[in-house]
């Protein structure tokens, strides 16, 4: 781009048509400055385009992994829910028999998992809340944990 005014000196003179004609020199440098920078761009467009296209087509393929792995996953559960459903019926079923048992009750308060029941008298009636009670007598006390006695610190104390 050439930096010289296309103005001549003659006319540079007279000041109205000076003026006029350096405003339409710099109008003239800005609208080549703004061409050059379209001519730039425009020649940019196959390459941006080009990395645009790239950038897609790896999107694409993060996206087909992901519903690949949706479809594993899916897969996976749905293989997951029968059993897991058998084995609730099973177990359902199997504390239904443990509750139904003698003394079972008992062992639910006494290990506190009688939730949200209010105790009942165990199935052998007052005979077996003494029985029980008899059985709370029989084990022994539980001891505290020992604990070692605090020594003295080694080595000159000094007070800070």
């Known amino acids: 781009m050439a930096k010289s005014s296309r103005v001549p000196s003659a006319v540079g003179s ?22 050059e920078q379209n001519t730039r761009l425009v020649s940019q467009l196959p390459a941006t385009m080009k990395s645009f296209n790239d950038s897609l087509e790896r999107f694409n393929q993060t996206v087909a992994r992901l519903d ?10 749905a293989a997951l829910i ?34 949200g029941a209010e105790p009942a008298e165990p199935a052998g009636g007052a005979e077996g809340v003494e029985r029980a009670a008899g059985a709370a007598r029989r084990t022994p006390p539980r001891t505290p944990p020992r604990t070692r006695p605090r020594t003295p610190p080694s080595g000159p104390v000094t007070n800070k």
């Open 14 to 35: 007279i000041p109205v048509v000076g003026d006029l004609m350096k405003q339409a020199d710099e109008q003239a440098r800005w609208l080549q400055d703004v061409l």
């Open 82 to 115: 029968v059993p897991l459903e058998q084995l609730s019926q099973r177990m359902e079923r199997l504390a239904g028999v443990l509750n139904e048992m003698p003394g079972a009750g008992l062992v639910r308060r006494l290990t506190g998992l009688q939730r």
């Open 68 to 77: 690949r792995l949706v479809s594993q996953i899916e897969r996976t559960t």
